[in-house]
Nanobody, 126 residues
């Protein structure tokens, strides 16, 4: 099993930056894909970004492309989401996710993801 714990959320003004961290514990495997989802009040959960074990392959939603950067440090079992140029519409609970790529079909960044963190709140004020 894998446990994921997010940190780094908070309140920031529009145009500001935040860096989310995700600590993974338990099983680790070199076929893992880690990523981020978010859910705003009254809205469906949406995909934000994903990164493969190698750290080279990354994928972003159109809404965050060019503003957010996903990264990971496999030696520390960590994933990160650097969020720049934040907008009020980025306000949401952000979830760290992980899956084993070997057991998923479709494109590598697509779900479903097997493991989810508890979420961290990001609030962007205008």
């Amino acid at each position: 099993q894998v446990q994921l714990v997010e940190s780094g959320g908070g309140l920031v003004q529009a145009g500001g930056s935040l860096r989310l961290s995700c600590a993974a514990s338990g099983r680790t495997f070199s076929t893992s894909v880690m990523g981020w989802f978010r859910q705003a009040p009254g809205k469906e959960r949406e995909f934000v970004a994903a990164i493969r074990w190698s750290g080279v392959s990354k994928f972003y939603s159109d809404t965050v492309k060019g503003r957010f950067t996903v990264s990971r440090d496999n030696a520390k079992n960590m994933a990160y989401l650097q969020m720049n140029s934040l907008k009020p519409e980025d306000t949401a609970v952000y979830y760290c996710v992980l899956k084993d790529e070997r057991y998923s079909s479709g494109l590598w960044y697509q779900g479903p993801y097997d493991y989810w963190g508890q979420g961290t709140q990001v609030t962007v004020s205008s």
